[in-house]
């Protein structure tokens, strides 16, 4: 999986899953647990601290506050490639949408001086792209973002019109997304996980995204999980999903 996978699906590990019906927080030597404290230039540490803050949430043991503090210090990592900071970033605004507090983002609360918003973070790494004949398309992204998180999610039936039209491919993986983040929230339960499922053909081809809809699709499901089930699921994560290791690349330089 993409060194940049920040779904819950890595989370849970076989220890986790026999001790709760929910997930939990990782332990320091699961995958995300190391991820959390690695500052390499893609924004591994942000993932990781994001996807912990997920399985907080969802756990019912920490909390909606705590998960939304992790979040915070997700939003204070350095970043060197700016690029994958507004993915990441556009990443935490999402899960207040999947957590059903999009009104969080906008507080200027983010950062590491606690005085930004989400967006503006986000903003702040797309003018800092290199490349000034790239750096439109990620201040774009950042601006359509927003549009997104202030129209309706719409459904399933009009998404593949809606994806045909878009031709830019970092902007159509940050919708499905983003999209995956609107139909976990709370608020479009039950019918939620049916329309969050009719995402995963269409990210097949992309880690980063497969790994955020597996993840969402595994917190709505895992109330429903007996402790066996879970344990196989904490297997499965293990053997396939947590091979690589991005803090290691480019040691040899």
């Not at 699906?9 to 332990?27: F, G, L, M, N, Q």
């Not at 990781?48 to 043991?61: I, K, P, V, W, Y």
């Not at 918003?117 to 774009?140: C, G, H, K, N, T």
């Not at 608020?187 to 990210?203: D, H, R, T, Y």
């Amino acid at each position: 999986m993409s060194h940049l996978a920040e779904g819950n699906v890595r989370y849970i590990d076989r220890e986790d899953a026999r001790s709760t019906k929910h997930p939990r927080r990782s332990s320091s030597n699961t995958w995300t647990g190391q991820a959390r404290h690695r500052y390499d230039v893609w924004g591994t540490s942000m993932r990781a601290l994001s996807a912990q803050a997920a399985a907080a949430f969802h756990s019912g043991g920490g909390g909606v506050e705590d998960a939304f503090s992790l979040l915070i210090t997700a939003s204070a990592v350095p970043i060197t490639y700016a690029g994958y900071g507004v993915m990441a970033t556009l990443a935490l605004i999402d899960r207040c949408h999947e957590w059903g507090q999009p009104e969080r983002a906008d507080l200027h609360v983010w950062g590491r001086s606690g005085d930004r918003s989400l967006a503006e973070i986000a903003m702040d790494f797309a003018q800092r792209v290199y490349d000034p004949e790239f750096r439109w398309e990620p201040q774009w992204l950042v601006e359509i973002h927003g549009d997104w998180s202030h129209e309706p999610a719409g459904e399933p039936a009009s998404l593949s019109a809606r994806v045909a039209a878009t031709a830019n491919s970092d902007q159509r993986i940050a919708y499905l997304t983003h999209l995956s983040a609107r139909w976990a929230a709370p608020s479009e339960a039950p019918e939620g996980s049916a329309k969050v499922k009719a995402l995963v053909p269409l990210v097949l081809f992309d880690n980063t995204a497969l790994d955020a809809v597996l993840g969402r699709l595994l917190a709505m499901a895992a109330p429903q999980l007996d402790v066996d089930q879970l344990v196989q699921v904490a297997e499965l994560v293990s053997a396939h999903l947590t091979t690589e290791r991005p803090w290691s690349f480019g040691q040899w330089r």
